[in-house]
């Protein structure tokens, strides 16, 4: 080995459990490792022959460190918590999918039901995950109609609206014993679990009575309460024979991507299958093993696990102390061919695609070479969500390795007084934003992208100065036809880039723009928005959401040819709009 200094690190190393880290010659970390024998895994990176994707790391290395763990399941911990605090650029990231939702049940106290979509509180019992969000919250409603559970919050003297229409048993105002409190929840885990048949047929009985003493409203309700049940046991469909709770786990492998699948049943129920594709960097099974790791730091163990691989089911008996099943013949073989069947074949479809459209690591050193900067593995894109009110809301979204992670998107009121200032609005969210990541030591971008022209850049600009910020800066721009076109640098150059690029860079303006424009639909969901379209004649909610996904903001569509406009809305429309927009501008003192 030429480096001396990586020769001397390597000789002093421990030969014991624990966690590597690669730095490049910024001291930035680029990939995070685990070993049995910290000596012996390091040292194979520098005297052994490596993949060209593994060397082109090695070669970037400048040093490493490691930690002394007391286990190889302490180490496993340890490198997950690393990977997922510093997202280097060689280590591969499950996607973040802003998590599927879970029915959580509180274990003690007042039985509660609700909606949750991280399981890390243990005060809940989980079931789940599941990918039709709008099937959990149907199952909740259907839950607290016909289970005594809580309802309302706090004490009261007086009995509750639950109270009265008989939904509750009193929570709020009377002291309820926990040994009835405990049937209730018993019963609701046991509906949960699709063992539950009397609930359904009592309620067949109330309906049947009812429409014999003809209660007919009473009786349509019963109905609809039957119906629900009949409708949610219908839609689970039961594979397993035995009713337990598992999660089958398959991988695959073409060329250089990999791709896993994970299938949840619980109570033998399938409820879940989560596919997703990486590139291909280090060993195989540890980067599975990595990724496996990833997935249960967000959701739940299951009772069972189950793979095809007995090196991996090692692995994971020692890393989790649960059953893992190595099926050779069987339901279990039956489900696990299904599960890699589907693996292969989103894995094949997910390589036409990227085919098509070029990776996210050509993009990524292609803005680098572009720019002349480092490879940018983090990048943070801004976007504001006017929706032409004045409640306006900023977006700060978050691409690691040249993929969406949702864990890290941020959103901003903005203040009154910047709502109809496009440039106020960005210097309010980025100062906000990144005033906060240096007050809490997190990892900034390599890469911040401003949605907008040279003046939305220079505001991006300004605020890095003031903060003392240490990366790179551009801002995208749109063509007449609002589609992106080129980018601008620091110098405020307006760079032409190749069609992949334009495409990547694009995909991240499209990820960004929808996560404003959706941020800013719940917010007035709840009662907030108040909008200067408001009061047009002939501009309904309709014409208000084509303006709203034609032109971002209410400064882009001040600018809107009248001719084009009209070509959207009636002409009379347009020009109310118009002028009703040109004098929010006068006495607003410009926008």
Same mark, same amino acid.
């Given at each position: 080995?030429?480096?001396?200094?990586?020769?001397?690190?390597?000789?002093?190393?421990?030969?014991?459990?624990?966690?590597?880290?690669?730095?490049?010659?910024?001291?930035?970390?680029?990939?995070?490792?685990?070993?049995?024998?910290?000596?012996?895994?390091?040292?194979?990176?520098?005297?052994?022959?490596?993949?060209?994707?593994?060397?082109?790391?090695?070669?970037?290395?400048?040093?490493?460190?490691?930690?002394?763990?007391?286990?190889?399941?302490?180490?496993?911990?340890?490198?997950?918590?690393? %990977?997922?605090?510093? &997202?280097?650029?060689? $280590? +591969?990231? #499950? *996607?973040?999918?802003?998590?599927?939702?879970? /029915? !959580?049940? =509180?274990?003690?106290?007042?039985?509660?039901?609700?909606?949750?979509?991280?399981?890390?509180?243990?005060?809940?019992?989980?079931?789940?995950?599941?990918?039709?969000?709008?099937?959990?919250?149907?199952?909740?409603?259907?839950?607290?109609?016909?289970?005594?559970?809580?309802?309302?919050?706090?004490?009261?003297?007086?009995?509750?609206?639950?109270?009265?229409?008989?939904?509750?048993?009193?929570?709020?105002?009377?002291?309820?014993?926990?040994?009835?409190?405990?049937?209730?929840?018993?019963?609701?885990?046991?509906?949960?679990?699709?063992?539950?048949?009397?609930?359904?047929?009592?309620?067949?009985?109330?309906?049947?009575?009812?429409?014999?003493?003809?209660?007919?409203?009473?009786?349509?309700?019963?109905?609809?309460?039957?119906?629900? %049940?009949?409708?949610? &046991?219908?839609?689970? $469909? +039961?594979? #397993? *024979?035995?009713?337990?709770?598992?999660?089958? /786990? !398959?991988? =695959?492998?073409?060329?250089?991507?990999?791709?896993?699948?994970?299938?949840?049943?619980?109570?033998?129920?399938?409820?879940?299958?989560?596919?997703?594709?990486?590139?291909?960097?280090?060993?195989?099974?540890?980067?599975?093993?990595?990724?496996?790791?990833?997935?249960?730091?967000?959701?739940?163990?299951?009772?069972?696990?189950?793979?095809?691989?007995?090196?991996?089911?090692?692995?994971?008996?020692?890393?989790?102390?649960?059953?893992?099943?190595?099926?050779?013949?069987?339901?279990?073989?039956?489900?696990?061919?299904?599960?890699?069947?589907?693996?292969?074949?989103?894995?094949?479809?997910?390589?036409?695609?990227?085919?098509?459209?070029?990776?996210?690591?050509?993009?990524?050193?292609?803005?680098?070479?572009?720019?002349?900067?480092?490879?940018?593995?983090?990048?943070?894109?801004?976007? +504001?969500?006017?929706?032409?009110?004045?409640?306006?809301?900023?977006?700060?979204? =978050?691409?690691?390795?040249?993929?969406?992670?949702?864990?890290?998107?941020?959103?901003?009121?903005?203040?009154?007084?910047?709502?109809?200032?496009?440039?106020?609005?960005?210097?309010?969210?980025?100062?906000?934003?990144?005033?906060?990541?240096?007050?809490?030591?997190?990892?900034?971008?390599?890469?911040?992208?401003?949605?907008?022209?040279?003046?939305?850049?220079?505001?991006?600009?300004?605020?890095?100065?003031?903060?003392?910020?240490?990366?790179?800066?551009?801002?995208?721009?749109?063509?007449?036809?609002?589609?992106?076109?080129?980018?601008?640098?620091?110098?405020?150059?307006?760079?032409?880039?190749?069609?992949?690029?334009?495409?990547?860079?694009?995909?991240?303006?499209?990820?960004?723009?929808?996560?404003?424009?959706?941020?800013?639909?719940?917010?007035?969901?709840?009662?907030?928005?108040?909008?200067?379209?408001?009061?047009?004649?002939?501009?309904?909610?309709?014409?208000?959401?084509?303006?709203?996904?034609?032109?971002?903001?209410?400064?882009?569509?001040?600018?809107?040819?009248?001719?084009?406009?009209?070509?959207?809305?009636?002409?009379?429309?347009?020009?109310?709009?118009?002028?009703?927009?040109?004098?929010?501008?006068?006495?607003?003192?410009?926008?």
């Amino acid at each position: 080995m030429k480096n001396k200094k990586l020769q001397f690190l390597i000789d002093h190393l421990p030969s014991d459990p624990g966690v590597y880290l690669m730095l490049d010659s910024h001291g930035r970390i680029i990939y995070i490792g685990k070993a049995k024998d910290l000596k012996n895994r390091v040292s194979q990176y520098f005297t052994r022959p490596q993949p060209p994707k593994v060397a082109a790391m090695v070669k970037r290395t400048a040093k490493f460190e490691t930690i002394v763990t007391n286990s190889e399941k302490e180490a496993f911990i340890l490198e997950l918590k690393l %990977i997922q605090t510093h &997202y280097p650029r060689y $280590n +591969i990231m #499950l *996607k973040d999918d802003s998590h599927y939702p879970y /029915i !959580a049940l =509180t274990k003690k106290g007042d039985p509660v039901v609700s909606i949750k979509r991280k399981t890390s509180d243990d005060k809940y019992i989980y079931f789940g995950p599941f990918p039709a969000s709008q099937k959990a919250y149907q199952i909740v409603d259907l839950i607290n109609k016909i289970f005594m559970t809580r309802k309302c919050k706090g004490k009261s003297k007086d009995p509750c609206f639950y109270f009265h229409l008989g939904q509750c048993p009193g929570y709020c105002f009377k002291d309820i014993s926990d040994l009835e409190k405990d049937k209730v929840r018993s019963d609701i885990l046991t509906f949960l679990n699709g063992k539950d048949k009397d609930t359904l047929k009592r309620y067949e009985t109330k309906m049947k009575l009812a429409s014999a003493e003809l209660d007919f409203e009473k009786a349509r309700d019963y109905k609809e309460i039957v119906d629900a %049940i009949l409708h949610i &046991y219908s839609s689970q $469909n +039961i594979e #397993l *024979k035995n009713k337990v709770d598992l999660d089958v /786990i !398959a991988f =695959t492998q073409i060329n250089d991507y990999i791709g896993l699948n994970i299938v949840s049943y619980r109570a033998g129920v399938l409820l879940n299958e989560q596919f997703d594709a990486f590139p291909s960097f280090s060993d195989l099974h540890e980067q599975i093993i990595n990724l496996i790791g990833q997935y249960y730091t967000k959701n739940p163990l299951p009772t069972k696990l189950m793979v095809g691989n007995s090196f991996i089911a090692e692995a994971l008996t020692l890393y989790y102390d649960k059953e893992v099943i190595v099926p050779s013949r069987g339901q279990n073989l039956e489900i696990l061919n299904r599960a890699y069947q589907n693996a292969t074949s989103a894995l094949q479809k997910h390589l036409l695609y990227h085919q098509a459209l070029g990776t996210e690591n050509e993009s990524l050193t292609a803005l680098s070479e572009t720019l002349g900067i480092k490879y940018p593995s983090h990048i943070d894109f801004v976007d +504001i969500a006017h929706l032409f009110g004045s409640n306006a809301q900023g977006v700060v979204i =978050t691409y690691i390795n040249g993929r969406p992670f949702k864990k890290l998107y941020r959103k901003y009121n903005i203040e009154n007084e910047n709502s109809f200032d496009d440039y106020a609005s960005i210097k309010e969210v980025l100062t906000r934003h990144y005033k906060r990541k240096l007050s809490e030591g997190k990892h900034l971008p390599d890469l911040l992208i401003v949605d907008g022209g040279k003046g939305q850049l220079g505001v991006a600009l300004s605020v890095k100065d003031e903060l003392n910020l240490d990366f790179n800066i551009i801002s995208l721009v749109k063509d007449d036809k609002h589609t992106t076109k080129a980018l601008i640098n620091e110098e405020g150059d307006e760079i032409s880039v190749n069609k992949n690029l334009l495409t990547f860079l694009a995909a991240i303006q499209n990820e960004g723009h929808r996560y404003a424009i959706t941020s800013h639909r719940a917010k007035r969901g709840k009662g907030t928005y108040t909008s200067a379209l408001d009061g047009i004649k002939g501009l309904g909610k309709k014409r208000k959401m084509l303006l709203l996904n034609t032109y971002k903001s209410i400064d882009v569509l001040k600018s809107v040819p009248l001719t084009e406009l009209s070509q959207l809305i009636p002409r009379e429309v347009a020009e109310a709009l118009l002028t009703k927009l040109n004098r929010v501008d006068d006495t607003e003192g410009g926008v």
